[in-house]
């Protein structure tokens, strides 16, 4: 049965989640002619996470869907000012008369204050919601792509699938899952050259840096490496983008050659600090999405979070011991 998109996103279980959007009836989003409309995709992924409070982790645009993992900014959301919420909310609606007057100026009755503040509360809670982010891109994209074809009716499936990822062991297996998309299906031959995904981007701005750990010095579109997990962790990805880059060379190069049963002598320190097996490493990041559900962790994060969710079961719990065995 299916759940509640509310009952799949919880800020108090995670605020990390990979979502997938799928063209309806598996049709095509770009093939011969219209592979421009990948472009499209990326570039208003990117735009509306300029606006947002969400950030993208990582993404890949394939022929008929997307992935995203996602993080949901809460933080950030909560210290915007009301100024800074309206104008925010006015790069993607036109708002409305009250807050027009506020952005001019103009001075409001109490009562319309009220009113405003009241919108205001809404559209924050908005600008972190992730429900709102994938309607307006798929809107976005759906629009430009029935104007080309001279039709109407829907582009994509109703619903995107949303998975929650709740720890760093989740997260960075998912990451890896979603930068090997192309390489699995065989549209690249690399990472360095799989178009339209976020392991591209960050690849080609690696090439350029100085300090290719220093958060400033990495693909700014996307959200940084923050470095190994410690004490006052500043927010970002909780490893270094040196390690998840050498992490995902030696797992694409394994993949390319279709030898999963022929380990590499040398295996990439960010394993160790995952603590997760080449083997089980392999797996998952070749059979994420099959292998889970709706949530994602090692087995001491996936049950109080289930709690959390108030699922009766929990879901995913054999896979989750098998391939999170020590974490």
Known sequence: MTKART????????????CVSRCVRRAFLGGEGFEHR?????????ALAEVFCIEVAAYAVMP?????VL??????AEQLSKLAVIERWHQLFKGSLLSQRYCRGEKLLKAEQLTLDDLIVTWRQRLQDISWFLRLLNEAIARQANQEDQCRGRFWEGRFKSQALLD???LLACMAYVDLNPLRTQTAKSPANSPYTSIKKRIAKAKTAHQVNHPRQQEQSLMPFAGKPRQNMPEGIPCRLSDYLELVDWTARIVRKKKQGAIEKQ???LLAQLSI????WLILSTQFEQRFGRVIGTPKHLR??????????IPGMTNSKLLFEDA
């Open 304 to 313: 109080p979070a289930c709690t959390t969710l108030d699922y009766q079961r």
């Open 7 to 18: 009952q799949q996103v919880s800020l108090q279980a995670t605020p990390y989640y990979h």
């Open 71 to 76: 993080h949901i900014n809460t933080p950030q």
């Open 267 to 269: 295996v990439p320190p």
């Open 168 to 170: 760093d062991q989740a």
């Open 38 to 46: 990948f472009g499209w995709v990326e570039d208003k992924l990117l």
């Open 277 to 280: 097996g080449a083997k089980n």
């Open 64 to 68: 008929d869907h997307y992935h995203l």
